[in-house]
C-alpha cells in the first residue's frame, strides 16, 4: 500500500541485501524494495549478483523484469532455490516475464544468468557460508543461514508456524543467530480465526522462536499489506514488551551486525 498512513515502514516487497563488494551483490528475494539498488550501483565496469530465492510468488520477484543490470551483457547472475512445482528457476520466471505480461523473456535478457538448485547442502558465496531449510508455506519457501566471521544473519520470511517439522527445522537454523527476520504478518487473533494455512506468521510466533534459539536481534517482516504505519508501531510494541530487541522491517533499513 501507499500513501501518508503507509510511509514510514513503506510499501516495498521484499528484498534483502548482504553488504559484500560494489561489483559483488548479495541478495535474497528480488521484491519490488530491489529497484532501490538502482541508486547505488557503480557507474562502470562489470557486476555480479548473486540472488537467494525464498520462493517464486510475484511479491518476491516483482522487481526482476525492471531490474536494469539484467539488460547489460557485462553482468552476471546467480539465482540459488528450490525448483517450483516442477519448474526449474529460469523457466517458472520465464514463464511469467514474456509477451504478452511483459514485452521481452527473462531468458532473453542479455546478462550472464546460472541456477543452483539447493539440495539442503551448504553453499559458499564468496565468503558468505550459506545454510537452507524448506519450511511451511503453499508451494514452499526456503529460509536462510548466512554466516561470515562469526556472525550470522537469518532471515525466515512468509513461513506459517505449527507445522512440527518445519518449526524444528527453523528452529535449528536459527539458533545462536545474531540477526533473525520473521515474518508477522498476521496478529495472533487474525491466524487463530481466519488466517490458518495462508502462510504466514504472528509476532508472538517470532518472539517465542527468537527466544528458543536464543538470537540476538529480532526484525519483524512481511508486514500486511493493509497494516499502516501506526498499527504496525502497535505490534511492535507488543512484541518488545516480550523481547526488547526486536525492530520491524522498514524500507531502506540498514542493519549492522557483529
Not at 503507509?6 to 530491489?34: K, N, Q, W
Not at 543467530?177 to 498476521?186: E, K
Request: hydrophobic share 40%; net charge negative; glycine share 8%.
Amino acid at each position: 500500500m501507499s500513501g501518508p498512513r503507509f510511509r514510514r515502514y513503506g510499501g516495498a516487497t521484499t528484498c534483502f541485501e548482504i553488504d559484500m563488494s560494489p561489483s559483488h551483490r548479495l541478495l535474497v528475494d528480488m521484491g519490488t524494495g530491489a529497484l532501490s539498488i538502482h541508486d547505488d550501483l557503480p557507474a562502470e565496469g562489470a557486476l555480479w549478483f548473486s540472488v537467494l530465492l525464498t520462493h517464486l510468488h510475484w511479491d518476491h520477484t516483482l522487481a526482476i523484469p525492471f531490474f536494469m543490470p539484467l539488460y547489460h551483457p557485462a553482468n552476471r547472475f546467480d539465482f540459488y532455490g528450490h525448483p517450483a512445482l516442477g519448474l526449474s528457476i529460469d523457466n517458472a520466471i520465464d514463464w511469467v516475464m514474456r509477451p504478452p505480461w511483459f514485452p521481452t523473456t527473462f531468458k532473453g535478457t542479455p546478462a550472464e544468468k546460472r541456477y543452483h538448485h539447493l539440495d539442503g547442502d551448504p553453499v559458499m558465496i564468496g565468503d558468505v557460508e550459506v545454510r537452507n531449510a524448506r519450511l511451511h508455506h503453499p508451494d514452499g519457501v526456503t529460509s536462510y543461514r548466512m554466516s561470515r566471521d562469526g556472525v550470522t544473519v537469518v532471515v525466515a520470511t512468509d513461513v506459517e508456524h505449527g507445522d512440527t517439522e518445519s518449526d524444528e527445522e527453523l528452529l535449528e537454523l536459527a539458533a545462536g543467530a545474531d540477526l533473525l527476520f520473521y515474518d508477522a504478518q498476521y496478529l495472533p487473533e487474525e491466524h487463530e480465526t481466519s488466517r490458518a494455512g495462508w502462510g504466514h506468521s504472528t509476532w508472538k510466533a517470532a518472539v517465542e522462536l527468537a527466544k528458543a534459539a536464543n538470537v540476538g536481534r529480532l526484525v519483524l517482516t512481511s508486514h500486511d499489506p493493509s497494516r499502516t504505519d501506526d498499527q504496525v508501531d502497535m505490534i511492535l510494541e507488543m512484541a518488545q514488551a516480550e523481547f526488547p530487541d526486536t525492530e520491524a522491517a522498514a524500507e531502506g533499513m540498514k542493519i549492522q551486525v557483529g
